[in-house]
């Protein structure tokens, strides 16, 4: 991985801090006393900044500056967090994001209103000769009557300086850091990275040079130095880990917190003989033995040659701050997880892929060979091949949580764009979905939810009006359901007004004057630049986003649905498949062509009946133990002639999402996994085709689209029964 | 040219000037060797005209001053006064040894 790599990874790194940074606020927003939300912002800013320095960021670093020490005043109780501190800090993200996107026209235009607002808060923190000394939590609404005698700017709230207990949360770390020898080649700056880490406290840093070759067998550039630290620091060990965060996969890294109190909670100052011993450096057996010579024990043990004298630097500088630590604070935090770019996982998904493929024509050649032995090693690979599939699939699925965590943040700014009150309620966020998906998600649900804010939730004052409380509620919620995934985001707004949805569609031409089908109107609003809105906002009612909703979903193969009721409010649900990539399918042959019907949607698959079929084509319904199921001719549908009528055919029963049907096939081939292929534009019009897949014998076969097909035979029923009335 | 090896028949001088980071550093450890091939009993390091560093230049002060040892050759330094920036990066690097013995006089 060279620099650029390590830079791109920093890059993502930082999008996520800065989202998780956003998220946190509004938290902190609800609950302005929460300090471990003021700590988290804090320590996420520090990453961003020092970071940032190590990989070139300079005006990022420079900016994010000023943003921490404005937290850190907050951390210290010296100013209240306030609506306008949140509000800042909102601001500021998204100009650090602008400098970290390198948009940064649009960081310079915003840099210099937000820091000198910045640095006028700030001055409002100086600590005011007659302020109150109140706990820092204090950031309700007697704490913001009191900005003003405190004659702080608006909203600001000096109180108390110091924490007089922090002395006490003081913890020693002991780092061995040792990097690989191409650390630097990859644009890492080892001089940023001690400095962040001397940010967090005091430092000792002994370097061990016994590994640097003399002259004519060093390589200038690479390194061979490692180090022990020492760091005494109020901060927890996920603080001083996550200054290692870009290095760690390039380094050896230990960080161990050292016992500062004995079990009666009294400094615990170990002799420097147990530390050196503790440490690995020396045998406990040599203690005793160094100790009778009186001198102090570590020249002694210098002098003995039993320890270096880095280590033994380091030993005594562990000891001194040790003395000086007061109070133990259990923060460990292991991280179990690597981070592996996206482009590296897709790669591996395609290789599986083709692995499947060719696993298919390797069982298929066993099947014609007709060698037991080669069959046995072809099921062997099958089985492997479904668990490999598996194991790569569900890597790259995601808690839709990565998806959610900008929504609080859009309905907060569109709360304030529209002088509504909205509250958001989030559920599902663990259910997993592809991260291909996920991403591609991100813009139908935002327009969704714009359309919710803006037209979905009335103003408070005609809620009230209406009985309904002053703060409208958007609520998504995510849910698994068999091999889908479903997003719903509802309002409890004012409906969808359908007879003025019908209107603006008469006079578009889109419908006729005599629809009345509900569904047919609802569908309306996902027409391109379909808009009901009497005027536009800068929020919606261009007409422009529902119709990107529809498209995006059914680039996913995903479907929209919508439910309202007038005064009530509106959902809308996605419906989503898990993956895009894989899946097991039962293969049909219909007029020559082969069809793939996804594996988790088919109950059964059953023989042409003789009897019990009403009719053909999608007017034609079969009597299953007592259900009537309607039928789908494939033929038809695809037009393909209508075949040999002497011919067994064959029904495949489907269920989708509570709908059952019956497909009518010339022949069930059998089960296969399918790798699904991209689609060219041209094809992705066919609506009741989901993709394509090659077969073993490198073949093409048709993916069905099952919902569409069943939307399509419940459009004819409708219509037929428009016709017969 | 971040460095100049001055010839004398005793006393080899490396004078640095500008920048000693990893950009430069190897031209600086070419010039290093030079200076040692070169065979005098001494060589010294003027680090008068020092810029900005890093750790490369430290880590190749250790190296020359290890391998000046081991052939009982001795390494002066000098120009580096106590309160030099370099001085301070060195510690906080964990690395002042490498300029053990640099004096402030040229």
Not at chain 1, 334 to 361: F, H, M, N, P
């Amino acid at each position: 991985m060279n620099f650029e790599d390590n830079k791109g990874l920093f890059v993502e790194e930082a999008r996520e801090l800065l989202e998780s940074i956003e998220s946190r606020l509004l938290e902190l927003e609800q609950a302005p006393g929460d300090e471990a939300i003021i700590d988290d912002v804090f320590r996420s800013l520090h990453t961003v900044k020092g970071s940032g320095a190590m990989f070139g960021f300079e005006e990022m670093t420079a900016f994010a500056h000023g943003l921490e020490s404005l937290f850190d005043d907050v951390r210290k109780g010296r100013l209240g967090v306030t609506g306008e501190i949140v509000g800042l800090t909102l601001e500021s993200v998204d100009c650090l994001s602008s400098l970290l996107e390198g948009r940064d026209d649009e960081a310079a235009r915003a840099r210099g209103s937000i820091e000198s607002r910045l640095e006028a808060v700030r001055r409002g923190a100086e600590p005011a000769p007659e302020a109150d000394a109140k706990p820092p939590a204090a950031a309700g609404s007697s704490a913001t009557d009191k900005a003003g005698t405190a004659g702080g700017s608006k909203g600001i709230v000096p109180i108390a300086a110091d924490d007089p207990s922090e002395a006490g949360l003081t913890n020693v770390y002991r780092i061995r850091f040792r990097p690989d020898a191409d650390l630097l080649g990859r644009g890492v700056k080892l001089e940023n990275l001690f400095s962040e880490l001397a940010e967090l406290g005091t430092v000792v840093a002994v370097a061990d040079a016994s590994r640097v070759p003399e002259l004519d067998a060093l390589e200038p550039s690479s390194l061979y130095l490692s180090w022990i630290l020492t760091l005494s620091t109020t901060a927890s060990e996920a603080d001083v880990s996550s200054v290692f965060m870009f290095v760690e996969d390039y380094a050896e890294l230990k960080i161990e917190r050292l016992p500062v109190v004995d079990a009666e909670g009294k400094p615990a100052v170990p002799p420097i003989g147990e530390l050196l011993a503790a440490r690995g450096a020396l045998e406990r057996d040599s203690i005793d033995e160094i100790r009778g010579r009186q001198k102090p024990f570590g020249e002694l043990a210098l002098e003995a040659g039993k320890v270096s004298k880095p280590e033994l630097e380091a030993a005594l500088a562990e000891q001194r701050m040790a003395k000086a630590a007061g109070q133990e604070r259990e923060n460990k935090k292991e991280s179990a997880s690597i981070r592996v770019r996206k482009e590296k996982l897709d790669y591996l998904v395609d290789a599986v892929g083709e692995l499947v493929i060719l696993q298919a024509r390797l069982r298929q050649a066993a099947t014609e060979a007709g060698l037991d032995e080669f069959s046995g090693i072809a099921e062997d690979l099958s089985r492997l091949t479904d668990e490999l599939r598996d194991a790569t699939m569900n890597i790259r699925m995601v808690p839709l949580d990565e998806s959610f965590s900008g929504f609080p943040r859009l309905v907060h700014d569109l709360a304030a764009q529209l002088g509504k009150e909205l509250n958001l309620t989030l559920r599902g966020g663990a259910t997993e979905l592809d991260k291909n998906i996920i991403e591609s998600l991100k813009d139908p649900l935002v327009h969704i939810i714009r359309n919710s804010a803006d037209h979905g939730v009335e103003s408070p004052e005609e809620r009230e009006r209406a009985g309904k409380p002053r703060a409208g509620t958007i609520t998504i919620e995510a849910r698994q359901q068999g091999s889908r995934v479903e997003i719903e985001i509802a309002d409890d707004g004012a409906g969808l007004d359908l007879e003025r949805v019908r209107e603006r569609g008469v006079e578009r031409g889109l419908i006729d004057a005599s629809e009345r089908d509900p569904e047919r109107i609802k569908s309306l609003i996902f027409e391109p630049g379909f808009s009901t809105a009497r005027q536009t906002t800068g929020v919606s009612g261009r007409g422009v986003g529902m119709d990107v909703v529809r498209s995006n979903l059914r680039r996913l193969r995903g479907d929209v649905s919508i439910a309202t009721e007038r005064g009530r409010g509106t959902a809308i649900t996605l419906s989503i498949p898990l993956t895009l990539v894989i899946v097991d399918g039962l293969l049909v042959r219909v007029g020559g062509v082969h069809y793939v019907v996804n594996l988790s949607q088919v109950l059964e698959c059953v023989d042409e009946p003789a009897s019990g079929r009403a009719g053909r084509g999608a007017r034609g319904f079969i009597d299953l133990r007592g259900k009537t199921i309607p039928i789908v001719d494939l033929r038809e549908r695809f037009g393909l002639g209508r075949g040999d009528e002497r011919a067994d055919r064959r029904l495949v029963i489907i269920d989708d999402d509570g709908s059952v049907v019956a497909l009518w096939v010339d022949a069930v081939v059998g089960k296969q996994q399918v790798v699904i292929k991209p689609f060219t534009m041209d094809l992705r019009q066919i609506a009741s085709i989901a993709g394509a897949t090659v077969l073993g014998d490198g073949s093409v076969a048709l993916i069905l689209n099952s919902r569409e097909i069943i939307k399509t035979l419940r459009r004819d029923e409708r219509a037929q029964t428009k016709e017969c009335t | 040219m971040p460095v100049t090896l001055i010839n004398d028949t005793t006393i080899q001088t490396l004078l640095v000037v500008g920048p000693a980071t990893v950009a430069e550093i190897d031209e600086l450890g070419d010039a290093f060797r030079s200076a040692v091939a070169s065979g005098a009993p001494t060589v010294r390091v003027d680090l008068s005209g020092l810029g900005k560093l890093d750790v490369t230049f430290l880590q190749l002060l250790v190296s020359l001053r290890a391998t000046l040892a081991r052939a009982g050759r001795s390494l002066s330094c000098l120009g580096l006064g106590p309160d030099h920036p370099a001085r301070r990066q060195a510690a906080a690097l964990g690395l002042s040894a490498a300029f053990d013995g640099c004096g402030g006089q040229r």
